[in-house]
C-alpha cells in the first residue's frame, strides 16, 4: 500500500514537472570481474513503467524525462536484478556495475569463460538473438550458434547437431527434464514448442553430469523465463507469416501474479503454426507441409523458503514428408538419386494439405518441483512424466486405410533427490540421486522392439572459487536395465533379450583469470553412453534410404574422452571481443552405421541394401573462434568459424555424416532511437558452408549412395523495429533468407539424394507485449 | 491454492484423456506385409493346374524368402493367374481381391530376361481399359533357361492417373512387389 502511495505521489510530481521533459538519461552495464558489456539487459524505470533493453555494447537510453527521482530496476540473466536509485535534474550518463552470481548451483544456469556463472563452456541464444528466429524449429533455432549444425531429413524434420555428434549423445532438457521422446532416429525431431523458451543454451562441462553420464556430445537446456515474482500481470503475442511455404505462426502468452496472493504465480502459453508445400530455387516440393499444435501451463507457489513448481506441456506436430524421397527397392532408389532434380510428379503442388506418408508425433510433459531452503542448504525433489506417441503414416495399398502403419509409446516417469550445501563463501556442493521408468510399446510394422528399461543413478559436484580461479569437479553413476521382446501376431514370442549397462561419468573443470577482460577455461570429462534399443535391436526397412537395418545385440558401451580449451578476451576500450575454442573426443566403441554392400537383402517388394551396427574407435576435433568488433558506435561486424575433423581411428578413415566446415560473417547497423522508433537495426549475414572433402574412402567400401554436395554462400538480411503504440512497444522484423534464392544442397541432409534446399524465404514477425501498470518493488 | 488444484485437475484430465490411446506393448501386425506371391498355370482345356510361388512368411528380413524355379513345357500356351497372399495373418488375408478392388490403382509388369523363350500378352485390363495384369497368358517356346521379374506397382495418387504407357519404374507408382523366378523350360 506504502508503495503504491508513493507511486501516486511520484504520478503527481511527474505531471507538475512535465513542462521540462526533455531530458536524456544514457548509461552503461558491465560484468566488473570481466568488464564483459551486458547486452540484452533489461533498465525498468519503475515509477514510469519504462523500459528498454541495452545494446550490443551494454548500453542504453532514455529520452524525454522530467526531473525527479527514480528507481531504475536492472536485469540480466545470470546477474541478481538490482535497482539504483537515482536523481535526474539534467541529462546525465551512468556506469552500473552487474556482477554475474557465483556459485548457484540449483539454477539451472551455465557459465562459462564468457565470464557467467561458475561452471564450464556455454554458449546461449537470448533476447533479440532468438526473437529473429521465431518461427524455426529448435533445431534450426540452435544451428545459430557457433559449432552447432542442423541433421534433416527434409525441411520439416531437423536434429541439432554439436560438434558432430546428435541423436541419443545429446541430452535435450526441456525444463528441467531429460527429454524422452524418439530421438534415437535421424527422422525424429525434438519434440518441444521453441516459443516456451526464454533462453536456450549449450552446455559442455561438469554440469552436464546432473542430467547423464551419456552426454558425450553435450547438452541443450531449454529454460523458459521465470513465472513473475511481482503482482501484476504480462502477456505477449507472436504473430509470424513465411513466404515461401505460405507458413503462418500464432503464439500467445499471459502470465500472473494476483495482488491478493503474492506467493503464487502462473503462465500459460500455446503456439500455433502450420505451412503448406516447401519451395526450393527451382521447384515446389510436394507433401513437405506441417502442422503444429502446442501449450504449456507452469504455476509456482513460493513461500519464505519453500517453492514448488507445476510444469504441463502438449506437443502436437503432423510432418509431410517428401514423397519422391520414400523410395522403395535398390533399383529405384539408384534411378531416382542419379537425377538432378526430382520427377515432376512430386514437384508443383502449392497446398497446405498433408497427405501419406506423413508423421504425428505427441509429446505430454507433467512435472513438479518442490525445494526447500535451511540455511546454508537447499533441498529439492523433481517429478515428472513424459508420453511421446508416434505415428508414421507410408504409402497403403487400400485407399480406405486410415491407419498408422508404425506407432510407438514411450512413457517415462522420472524422480530426483537433490541436496545442495553451502560449505562457505567460495565452496559448494551438490548431491542428487535419481531414478527413471520407461516403457516403449508398438504396434504396426516392426523396427525396435517393446521394452522396459529401468535406471537408477546419482552425481556428485563440487565448486570452488576464489580470486581469478574458478574450479569444479563430479562425478556420476548410473544403471541402466532393459527387458525387451518381440512378439508375432500368434502370440508366439520372437525373442526376448535382457541388458545391463553400468555407466561412469566424471568431469573437471578450471577457469582463470589472467588479467581484465581475459579468461581462460579448461575442461576434461569422461562420459559414456549405453547402447540404445535400436542399436542393438532394430530390424526393419528404412524407406528413406533403401536401407534394410539390422541391430546388434553385441554392442557395448562408448566411452568418450572430452578435452575442451577455450579463452574469452574483450579489450577494454570495448571495441573488440572473440573467443576460441578447442575441442577433442576421443570416442572408443563409437557405434554407428556400416552398409554391406555384398550382402543384400531379398524381401518381396525388392533388394534393399543391408545397414549394420558396427562399432570402432574414433576421434573428433575441431575449432570454434568468434570475434565481434565495433569500428563505430552503430556498427558491428560478428565473425564466426567452426571447424571438425572426424576420423574413425581403427581404419584411419574419415567418418560419414560429419558437418563441414564454415564461416558466419554478421554486419550490423544499430540506428539511432527516435521517440517513437526504438532498437531499430538492419543485419546483414553472409554464411559460407565449404564442400565436405573427408568423407569415408569409397573404394573397397560403399559408404555413401551420392558424393558430398558443393560448397555454398548464402545471403540474409533481418531488419527490425520497435514502435510505440499507444504506448505499447510493438516490435516489428522483416528477414530474407536466401536473398539470391539459391539452388543448393546440403551434405547434411537426406533430402540431398533427391532435392534441393528451400529458396528465397521472407519472414515477417510482430511482437505485441502487454503489461500491467503496478510493478512493485 | 484453489488454482493450483484446478491446474492439477486439468493436467491429469488431459492425461488420462490421452491414455484411451493403449495398444498392447509389442504387437507385430504389418497389414501392408505380402509373404506369398504365387503363379497358377493351367494349359487351356485341361483341368490340372501348376503353381510356383516366391514366399517369406516371417516378412522382410529374418529367414530368407522360398523362391521356387518355375518349370515348364517346351512349345506349350499357358493361362496365367496370379495370387498375393499375407499369410502372417490370421487366418491368411488374400490381397488379390483387393487389388482387383482397387484395380484402376494397380498394375502387373512381366520382364522376361534378355533372350528369353517366353511372350507374356493378354493382360487382363481394369475398369478404364488400362492393364492390371492379374492374369495373362504366356507363350513358350524350346526348352532352355533364364528368369522372369515380376513387379505389382501402385498408384498412390487420387486419382490414380494410370496410363497405358506408363512404364514399369514410372514416377506415378510404387512398387509393392519385385521378385525375380529363375526358370527351366523342357
Keep these: 500500500m506504502k508503495a503504491l502511495l508513493f507511486a501516486l505521489l511520484l504520478l503527481i510530481s511527474y505531471t507538475g514537472f512535465s513542462q521540462q521533459c526533455n531530458i536524456t538519461l544514457q548509461g552503461h552495464i558491465e560484468d566488473p570481474d570481466t568488464r564483459e558489456m551486458l547486452s540484452a539487459a533489461t533498465v525498468l524505470i519503475l515509477e514510469l513503467n519504462k523500459q528498454v533493453t541495452t545494446d550490443a555494447r551494454g548500453n542504453f537510453e532514455f529520452k524525454d524525462l522530467c526531473p525527479g527521482n527514480y528507481s531504475l530496476q536492472i536485469s540480466h540473466t545470470g546477474c541478481k536484478t538490482i535497482i539504483e536509485k537515482i536523481s535526474l535534474t539534467k541529462s546525465r550518463h551512468i556506469d552500473v556495475d552487474m556482477p554475474h552470481e557465483k556459485n548457484t548451483l540449483t539454477e539451472v544456469t551455465i557459465s562459462s569463460n564468457k565470464g557467467n556463472k561458475n561452471t564450464g563452456t556455454k554458449k546461449e541464444l537470448s533476447g533479440k538473438e532468438l526473437e529473429k528466429t521465431k518461427g524455426q524449429s529448435l533445431a534450426e533455432v540452435l544451428s545459430r550458434l557457433n559449432g552447432v549444425t542442423l541433421l534433416q531429413t527434409g525441411s520439416t524434420v531437423s536434429k541439432p547437431v554439436i560438434h558432430g555428434l546428435h541423436g541419443s549423445r545429446i541430452l535435450t532438457i526441456n525444463n528441467d527434464v531429460r527429454q524422452e521422446g524418439q530421438q534415437w532416429g535421424n527422422e525424429h525431431a525434438p519434440e518441444i514448442d521453441p516459443f516456451i523458451a526464454g533462453k536456450l543454451e549449450v552446455i559442455k562441462g561438469v554440469d552436464e553430469l546432473k542430467y547423464g553420464s551419456d552426454a558425450i556430445g553435450g547438452v541443450i537446456l531449454v529454460e523458459p523465463r521465470p513465472l513473475l515474482n511481482h503482482a501484476g500481470y504480462r502477456a505477449e503475442i507472436n504473430t509470424g507469416y513465411f513466404t515461401n511455404n505460405r507458413q503462418w505462426i500464432a503464439s500467445a502468452m499471459y502470465e500472473a501474479q494476483p495482488e491478493k496472493l503474492h506467493e503464487f504465480s502462473f503462465r500459460i502459453q500455446g503456439t500455433y503454426k502450420r505451412g503448406a508445400n516447401a519451395r526450393t530455387a527451382h521447384y515446389r516440393l510436394n507433401n513437405t507441409g506441417s502442422e503444429e499444435k502446442n501449450f504449456s501451463l507452469a504455476a509456482g507457489w513460493k513461500k519464505h523458503s519453500f517453492a514448488t513448481e507445476l510444469f504441463y506441456s502438449f506437443f502436437d506436430t503432423r510432418l509431410g514428408i517428401f514423397e519422391g524421397a520414400h523410395i522403395g527397392n535398390r533399383t529405384y532408389f539408384d534411378s531416382a538419386i542419379a537425377n538432378n532434380r526430382p520427377d515432376p510428379v512430386f514437384t508443383g503442388e502449392n497446398t497446405y494439405q498433408i497427405g501419406r506418408p506423413y508423421q504425428k508425433v505427441q509429446h505430454h510433459l507433467l512435472k513438479s518441483k518442490t525445494s526447500y531452503k535451511s540455511g546454508k542448504n537447499k533441498f529439492a525433489l523433481q517429478l515428472s512424466l513424459q508420453k511421446n506417441y508416434r505415428e508414421e503414416f507410408d504409402i497403403v495399398r487400400n485407399s480406405n486405410n486410415y491407419k498408422p502403419q508404425h506407432n510407438l509409446a514411450i512413457t517415462t516417469l522420472s524422480q530426483e533427490l537433490s541436496w545442495e550445501h553451502k560449505q562457505n563463501a567460495q565452496l559448494t556442493h551438490l548431491i542428487a540421486a535419481n531414478t527413471m521408468q520407461q516403457d516403449n510399446r508398438y504396434a504396426g510394422r516392426y523396427f525396435i522392439p517393446a521394452y522396459r528399461a529401468y535406471y537408477f543413478g546419482g552425481y556428485y559436484i563440487g565448486k570452488y572459487s576464489k580470486n581469478k580461479w574458478e574450479l569444479q569437479a563430479g562425478a556420476r553413476y548410473d544403471n541402466k536395465n532393459i527387458y525387451t521382446n518381440r512378439i508375432l501376431q500368434s502370440g508366439e514370442v520372437f525373442d526376448e533379450y535382457g541388458f545391463n549397462f553400468s555407466t561412469f561419468a566424471t568431469s573437471a573443470n578450471a577457469s582463470f583469470k589472467i588479467m581484465q577482460g581475459l579468461k581462460t577455461n579448461i575442461n576434461i570429462g569422461l562420459s559414456s553412453r549405453a547402447p540404445q534399443a535400436n542399436e542393438l535391436l532394430s530390424n526393419g526397412i528404412h524407406h528413406g534410404t533403401s536401407t534394410f537395418e539390422v541391430g546388434n545385440i553385441h554392442l557395448k558401451t562408448e566411452k568418450a574422452v572430452n578435452i575442451n580449451w577455450g579463452a574469452a578476451w574483450n579489450i577494454a576500450s570495448g571495441k573488440l571481443s572473440a573467443e576460441l575454442n578447442l575441442y577433442r573426443n576421443q570416442i572408443d566403441n563409437f557405434i554407428y552405421q556400416q552398409p554391406i554392400a555384398n550382402e543384400p537383402v531379398q524381401t518381396i517388394s525388392g533388394i534393399y541394401l543391408l545397414n549394420i551396427y558396427q562399432q570402432n574407435n574414433v576421434r573428433l576435433q575441431g575449432i570454434d573462434f568468434s570475434a565481434t568488433w565495433w569500428p563505430f558506435e552503430k556498427l558491428d561486424w560478428q565473425l564466426n568459424y567452426s571447424m571438425l575433423r572426424a576420423k574413425n581411428i581403427d581404419s584411419s578413415d574419415w567418418l560419414i555424416r560429419m558437418p563441414a566446415d564454415r564461416i558466419g560473417n554478421m554486419l550490423s547497423y544499430h540506428f539511432k532511437d527516435e521517440k517513437k522508433w526504438n532498437g531499430s537495426y538492419i543485419t546483414f549475414e553472409y554464411n559460407y558452408v565449404f564442400k565436405q572433402t573427408r568423407t569415408p574412402d569409397e573404394t573397397f567400401v560403399k559408404h555413401d549412395y551420392k558424393a558430398a554436395p558443393n560448397a555454398y554462400g548464402l545471403i540474409n538480411v533481418d531488419a527490425g523495429t520497435t514502435i510505440q503504440i499507444q504506448n505499447v512497444p510493438v516490435s516489428i522484423s522483416l528477414g530474407i533468407r536466401n536473398l539470391l534464392n539459391k539452388a543448393y544442397r546440403d551434405y547434411l541432409n537426406s533430402m540431398r539424394y533427391f532435392a534441393d534446399e528451400t529458396g528465397r524465404n521472407f519472414q515477417l514477425r510482430i511482437k505485441i507485449p502487454f503489461q500491467s501498470k503496478q510493478i512493485k518493488e | ?186
Excluded at chain 2, 488444484?5 to 506385409?33: H, Y
Excluded at chain 2, 478404364?128 to 522372369?148: D, Y
Design chain 2, 1 to 186: 491454492m484453489k488454482k493450483i488444484l484446478i491446474l492439477i485437475i486439468f493436467a491429469s484430465t488431459l492425461l488420462s484423456l490421452n491414455a484411451c490411446k493403449k495398444f498392447s506393448e509389442g504387437e507385430t501386425n504389418d497389414e501392408e506385409l505380402i509373404t506369398t506371391l504365387q503363379l497358377n498355370f493351367t494349359i487351356p482345356g485341361s483341368s490340372s493346374t501348376q503353381s510356383f510361388k516366391f514366399e517369406d512368411l516371417d516378412g522382410p528380413g529374418g529367414n530368407a524368402p522360398v523362391i521356387e524355379p518355375i518349370v515348364l513345357a517346351a512349345g506349350t500356351t499357358y493361362d496365367v493367374s496370379l495370387e498375393v497372399w499375407n499369410k502372417a495373418a490370421n487366418p491368411p488375408e488374400n490381397i488379390t481381391t483387393e487389388i482387383e478392388e482397387e484395380n484402376a490403382s494397380h498394375r502387373f509388369y512381366y520382364s522376361p530376361s534378355v533372350g528369353s523363350n517366353i511372350v507374356v500378352s493378354n493382360l487382363n485390363n481394369d475398369d478404364n481399359a488400362v492393364p492390371l495384369g492379374t492374369t495373362s497368358t504366356w507363350q513358350v517356346g524350346t526348352a532352355s533357361t533364364g528368369n522372369i521379374s515380376i513387379t505389382l506397382r501402385h498408384y498412390p495418387g487420387t486419382p490414380p492417373d494410370k496410363q497405358i504407357s506408363d512404364p514399369v519404374n514410372s514416377p506415378k507408382s510404387g512398387t509393392d512387389i519385385e521378385v525375380t523366378f529363375n526358370y527351366t523350360i523342357q
